[in-house]
């Protein structure tokens, strides 16, 4: 349980803001302490100086595009999903039809969204999905869908900073792995490729025992 924090002189820190122009916050928080280790929770707050108050709203005003960084995201649920029936959302395409169509749009937003080749369970040439959720200055994860051709559903995943980060990981751990091997089976398929160039049909049977 948390402790209570012991006699000291508060520290305040800023930790927030609110209100825009001659009517903006500022709230400052105590550090004195640690979560759960006598942890001071006073915070205090007052208005912000014009200087203060022009600082916020200059630094935290974006335009329109950047003020929703999932607007590449949401684009894609409007076009591709259908949200009028009782159930929580369908997919308005399916398999090649729904590929073709992400794959033209695809092209309006070159560094939002990425298309990566892949089979689907029926070795079917297939689609996945990558889109952005991120702004000018800021970065919040990725969605992943998985568009199989003949099979199922779409799938969806969102990846996290730290999910990113740790499937690129392991995928370069795999290629790193799996290129010695690849090394490998070259030279095999080219010493078999060697060793049969000299091999001859003949109608002959004791020239062809030998």
Same mark, same amino acid.
């Given at each position: 349980?948390?402790?209570?924090?012991?006699?000291?002189?508060?520290?305040?820190?800023?930790?927030?803001?609110?209100?825009?122009?001659?009517?903006?916050?500022?709230?400052?928080?105590?550090?004195?302490?640690?979560?759960?280790?006598?942890?001071?929770?006073?915070?205090?707050?007052?208005?912000?100086?014009?200087?203060?108050?022009?600082?916020?709203?200059?630094?935290?005003?974006?335009?329109?595009?950047?003020?929703?960084?999932?607007?590449?995201?949401?684009?894609?649920?409007?076009?591709?999903?259908?949200?009028?029936?009782?159930? +929580?959302?369908?997919?308005?395409?399916?398999?090649?039809?729904?590929?073709? +169509?992400?794959?033209?749009?695809?092209?309006?937003?070159?560094?939002?969204?990425?298309?990566? %080749?892949?089979?689907?369970?029926?070795?079917?040439?297939?689609?996945? $999905?990558?889109?952005?959720?991120?702004?000018?200055?800021?970065?919040?994860?990725?969605?992943?869908?998985?568009?199989?051709?003949? %099979?199922?559903?779409?799938?969806?995943?969102?990846?996290?900073?730290?999910? $990113?980060? +740790?499937?690129?990981?392991?995928?370069?751990?795999?290629?790193?792995?799996?290129?010695?091997?690849?090394?490998?089976?070259?030279?095999? $398929?080219?010493?078999?490729?060697? $060793?049969?160039?000299?091999?001859?049909?003949?109608?002959?049977?004791?020239?062809?025992?030998?």
């Amino acid at each position: 349980m948390p402790t209570k924090p012991k006699q000291h002189k508060h520290k305040f820190r800023f930790s927030g803001w609110s209100g825009t122009g001659a009517e903006t916050l500022v709230r400052f928080r105590c550090c004195h302490g640690t979560s759960g280790l006598g942890w001071c929770s006073e915070s205090v707050e007052r208005l912000a100086t014009p200087v203060e108050a022009a600082h916020l709203n200059q630094r935290f005003a974006k335009p329109p595009r950047d003020r929703d960084i999932h607007a590449v995201a949401r684009e894609f649920d409007r076009k591709f999903r259908d949200y009028t029936g009782k159930i +929580a959302s369908t997919w308005k395409k399916t398999g090649y039809a729904l590929m073709y +169509a992400v794959e033209r749009w695809a092209k309006k937003y070159p560094e939002d969204v990425r298309l990566v %080749s892949c089979d689907d369970s029926y070795f079917t040439g297939s689609r996945l $999905v990558l889109i952005e959720h991120r702004a000018k200055r800021s970065y919040m994860g990725t969605t992943l869908i998985s568009i199989p051709q003949l %099979s199922d559903n779409p799938c969806e995943m969102f990846l996290y900073p730290h999910s $990113v980060e +740790a499937l690129g990981k392991a995928m370069r751990d795999i290629r790193r792995q799996a290129t010695p091997l690849e090394k490998q089976e070259a030279e095999d $398929v080219a010493e078999e490729s060697r $060793v049969t160039q000299s091999w001859r049909f003949s109608d002959d049977k004791k020239k062809a025992k030998k």
